[in-house]
């Protein structure tokens, strides 16, 4: 299945307390729940929180799912990119 990693502009998030945090992944589960239940594939893997954005990395069947899920849960999606392979140190040595 397609990653993704998802760009999203949210102002302070890096100032954010663990409730804040906690809330928006119940959010944001709330609305992935939804639409598992209506048989679109899409999930989060997990985010990274750093100044006022957020990295989210999805698996989903396309990148319309995400524009979507975006648009039911309130959270942007500033930037959407199709991850096409990974490395680490490694890949150095293959």
């Not at 589960?29 to 929180?49: F, G, P, R």
Request: proline share 4%; aromatic share 6%.
């Amino acid at each position: 299945m397609p990653k993704f990693i998802i760009e999203r502009d949210l102002p302070n998030i890096g100032e954010a307390d663990q409730a804040s945090l906690s809330a928006a992944a119940e959010k944001s589960n709330a609305v992935l729940s939804a639409m598992q239940a209506e048989d679109k594939d899409i999930q989060w893997q997990h985010s990274y929180v750093a100044g006022d954005k957020t990295f989210c990395v999805y698996e989903c069947a396309t990148e319309e799912l995400i524009h979507e899920h975006s648009e039911r849960s309130g959270f942007p999606a500033n930037s959407i990119t199709e991850v096409k392979n990974q490395i680490d140190p490694s890949t150095a040595g293959v």
